[in-house]
């Protein structure tokens, strides 16, 4: 079963209908149409907010061992920016790991969030008491 046949299996299952989907995820109903009737590539980011609004794993969305299809940038040591195409299998080491570092890494940029925002109130705070101290009170 491919993707797009097992994003219709599970919308029909839980009683959706396209236009629910397509106007949850902003787009219209031809555009989400096309996803599901498999005219349309899809990104990583829609399949996610796909599964995330189906409420199944994204993996669930591959598990009959579809292949995703990633682009990954990266640059060189010139600072050139390469486009490197990889093919991994959805329930495969691979995914998983990759799946870990993403998971990782919102933790890092949500844990780099907090900081900046107690750095940020540190330093409102220090600006009150800089401005205490220089009326004399």
């Given amino acids: 079963m491919s993707v797009h046949d097992k994003i219709r299996t599970i919308i029909r299952e839980k009683g959706l209908t396209q236009e629910e989907l397509a106007e949850k995820l902003e787009m219209s109903v031809n555009g989400y149409g096309d996803i599901e009737r498999g005219l349309s590539d899809i990104k990583l980011s829609r399949l996610e907010q796909i599964a995330e609004l189906l409420d199944v794993e994204l993996p669930e969305l591959f598990e009959d061992g579809s292949k995703i299809t990633l682009n990954l940038l990266g640059t060189n040591n010139t600072g050139t920016v390469n486009l490197n195409r990889g093919v991994i299998n959805a329930i495969s080491?691979?995914?998983?790991?990759?799946?870990?570092?993403?998971?990782?890494?919102?933790?890092?940029?949500?844990?780099?969030?907090?900081?900046?925002?107690?750095?940020?109130?540190?330093?409102?705070?220090?600006?009150?008491?800089?401005?205490?101290?220089?009326?004399?009170g």
């Fill in 93 to 136: 080491p691979e995914y998983s790991e990759l799946k870990l570092e993403l998971e990782k890494q919102k933790l890092v940029c949500s844990n780099k969030d907090l900081e900046i925002a107690m750095n940020q109130q540190e330093i409102k705070y220090l600006k009150e008491i800089n401005e205490l101290l220089k009326s004399g």
